[in-house]
């Protein structure tokens, strides 16, 4: 079965691509309709994304409040240093995609980074969150532009060959489109898997921050590489590999030709402030209430309502093209997040009022977490 799917690609079909229809045979078009995964085939795959997303939402989320308020690194110095790592992101990512490219394994050319990244990926992790208030300030900040570059390196290494993981696994592209909408939403879920064991530990601990965010990295970096590895034996790379793969050089040359493609990039880079939500609850609930348990009922409301926004994203669509629904749910995300702010400006500093317009306030994230990859 999968030595005759591996044919698909030379007869015409790109993995997340345009379909010639003109130019297959009945034999190709029979293949591209056929079913090759099963239940448990999504099931794992996603549970490789909960995973994924477990660690990415840790670190995200809580990193900053880690490094400032529990070991004591100035904010200035942190704030370099992301900024100096987000560059070489920035780089990183469409080299390791041109590597990922390049690779010809029996086991394809995604699934080996998967299965022999998520280990280093988490033990890293740990790292990342290992208590360092003791040290120097100069030892602090060596062992933290350490640990994240090296995190940003193996992450990179799991999280680009995940990406591309779903175009490869099935001719078929309603099977494609699935894996991709119910990893995406167990991803979601994945990504608040921090938030409710942070929010546990604190209430156990009285409040304990640095303690509960190395012992919760523990826990995700010990549990996360499963659950990947898990994913990545048992979803099978069925769509042979191009014989040509395009330059670094070349990759940029079309960014620059493709203008909705550029257009579609820039409006995320544009609406970044979204993912300073997450960091700045828990600076929220530390400072303005002094009670760090009070996390979950912040982000937990935003977080049901960002799931129910992926889910009706695809329904959304059918009353307006993708481009009109990118840009009503982020003036909607940004006008919610402005009411909130005055709202407490004038005096409504009742949590459980905030907690409750975040939930409106996420609901369109959702939608913007999905309708790019639909366009």
Request: proline residues 5%.
């Amino acid at each position: 079965m999968e030595d005759t799917t591996n044919t698909i690609d030379q007869a015409g079909v790109t993995p997340g691509g345009p379909v010639e229809e003109e130019v297959l045979s009945a034999e190709d078009q029979k293949l591209i309709n056929q079913k090759f995964l099963k239940p448990r085939d999504y099931v794992l795959f996603s549970l490789a994304r909960f995973a994924s997303s477990a660690v990415t939402g840790l670190v995200q989320g809580y990193l900053l409040f880690y490094y400032t308020a529990c070991m004591g690194i100035s904010p200035t110095a942190v704030g370099t240093m992301f900024l100096i790592t987000k560059i070489f992101d920035g780089l990183n990512d469409p080299v390791m995609g041109i590597i990922v490219d390049r690779t010809r394994t029996r086991w394809g050319k995604m699934r080996p980074y998967l299965l022999f990244g998520a280990v280093p990926w988490a033990i890293v992790t740990i790292l990342l969150f290992m208590p360092i208030s003791n040290w120097s300030s100069v030892g602090k900040i060596v062992w933290m532009y350490i640990t994240y570059i090296m995190y940003d390196i193996t992450g990179t290494i799991v999280g680009v060959p995940l990406d591309g993981i779903p175009a490869v696994a099935s001719p078929n592209m309603d099977e494609r489109s699935k894996i991709i909408s119910i990893s995406r939403i167990l991803g979601s879920i994945g990504e608040q898997s921090a938030l409710v064991l942070i929010s546990i530990g604190l209430i156990l601990t009285n409040d304990d921050y640095a303690n509960t965010y190395f012992i919760v990295a523990i826990i995700i970096g010990i549990l996360g590489p499963l659950f990947m590895v898990l994913g990545g034996v048992r979803v099978k790379e069925r769509c042979e590999p191009t014989e040509t793969t395009p330059s670094l050089i070349e990759g940029f040359k079309y960014l620059f030709k493709n203008k909705p493609f550029l257009l579609l990039i820039l409006s995320n880079l544009l609406t970044f402030f979204r993912n300073l939500v997450s960091a700045a609850i828990m600076y929220v609930v530390a400072y303005i209430y002094s009670n760090g348990s009070l996390q979950i009922a912040f982000a937990l409301p935003g977080a049901i309502a960002s799931m129910i926004g992926m889910l009706f994203a695809p329904r959304l669509k059918r009353m307006m093209d993708s481009k009109k629904l990118f840009i009503f749910a982020t003036v909607w995300h940004s006008a919610a997040l402005a009411v909130i702010f005055f709202i407490y400006i004038i005096g409504g500093t009742n949590w459980i009022l905030i907690a409750a317009l975040m939930f409106f306030a996420m609901l369109p994230v959702g939608v913007l977490n999905v309708v790019p990859h639909l366009m």
